[in-house]
């Protein structure tokens, strides 16, 4: 059996464990074993809300877990073969290095590390330890952008010639260090970056990015981002966050990608495929989001003894790279950056 650690109970840490109870459920041979938070209130199952309804309506029983406020506590006492870190961006590299080095396997939610070098950290912690290293970048597995990278990859409708990316809705509530650029890095580091790593994915690294932000929450980063990723065949590349949109906007990420033959468009819960010479439809794609994929993924490799080859650290660390030249770019009035 698969023994598994959940440290930080927040919002994505709640969503994790529905999904890791779910997979018990399901028949896998794993068990969700113990759980750590400095919060003693989430220890007993109230956790923050997030932007995105993740979690399932049944009730969870805490008493079956084992509870600890320290991660070294939790550690040294239990017989885990891997936790899981849904913690504060700027503890990730510590974390994930501390687990490591005490012999267990790691997923780490997204952003991988603040910074390029973190990113180096981690992974030499990875190879020195012999345990393998899996970054939550869930859009990899979420199967609307899944099936987009079938088309991509399978040339469907032929090349792309431009695609648009955009995540964006109210202020992060459910954490105040999301407020602390130097914690969170802004909506640029902590939202945007999903759209950053789903672009690495499907077209590999931009040669260069040109970004322009502003930063309406004092102290927070950049809270509006719209960033260009220049590529050789010329493709026209852009994404774009806001966490400002307050109202009743609630929450929204979707894509619009043009190929040769067709568009694609995604928002809210259906794709819509329209060829240039056909009918537009809607292809029929699995209602569960790419966190359930994503930590099946993790789970099943483990068992099965296999190596872990999807969002794997040293792609998700290009991510990062690609961000820092946006944030370089960004601190330039948009200057194209190039991505090294």
């Not at 809705?169 to 130097?182: D, F, I, Q, S, V």
């Not at 590999?204 to 809270?223: F, K, M, Q, R, T």
């Not at 806001?242 to 809210?268: C, I, K, P, Y």
């Amino acid at each position: 059996m698969l023994k598994i650690g959940l440290i930080g109970l927040g919002f994505m840490g709640g969503a994790h464990m529905d999904n890791y109870l779910r997979l018990e459920k399901e028949g896998l041979d794993v068990r969700l074993a113990a759980i750590c938070d400095i919060n003693p209130a989430k220890l007993e199952g109230r956790a923050a809300v997030g932007n995105i309804e993740t979690s399932s309506e049944e009730a969870i029983d805490y008493g079956r877990f084992a509870k600890y406020s320290s991660i070294a506590e939790m550690l040294e006492r239990e017989e885990l073969d891997a936790v899981d870190i849904a913690l504060p961006t700027y503890l990730h590299k510590e974390v994930t290095i501390q687990c490591l080095q005490a012999g267990v396997h790691v997923l780490c939610e997204k952003p991988m590390a603040m910074n390029a070098a973190d990113c180096e950290a981690m992974i030499q912690a990875a190879d020195a330890s012999g345990k393998q290293l899996m970054i939550g970048q869930c859009l990899r597995f979420w199967p609307a952008y899944v099936y987009l990278k079938e088309l991509i990859d399978n040339n469907t409708y032929g090349k792309v010639t431009s695609a648009s990316f955009f995540r964006g809705g109210g202020t992060p509530t459910w954490g105040p260090w999301l407020m602390e650029a130097e914690k969170a890095g802004g909506a640029l580091l902590d939202m945007h970056v999903h759209d950053v790593d789903a672009i690495n994915w499907l077209f590999g690294l931009p040669e260069a990015v040109s970004c322009l932000a502003s930063n309406l929450i004092p102290g927070s980063g950049y809270d509006v981002v719209s960033a260009n990723f220049r590529y050789p065949d010329g493709k026209v590349i852009n994404a774009q966050v806001d966490w400002t949109l307050q109202g009743d906007f609630g929450f929204e990420m979707s894509f619009r990608v043009n190929f040769e033959q067709a568009n694609v468009l995604f928002r809210g819960a259906d794709v819509k495929v329209n060829p240039n010479s056909s009918p537009g439809f809607t292809p029929e794609l699995s209602a569960d989001q790419g966190y359930y994929f994503e930590l099946k993924y993790f789970v099943e490799s483990l068992l099965a003894g296999r190596s872990i080859a999807e969002a794997t650290p040293r792609s998700t660390q290009d991510t990062i790279r690609i961000s820092e030249a946006e944030i370089a770019s960004a601190g330039r009035a948009g200057e194209w950056v190039a991505v090294n």
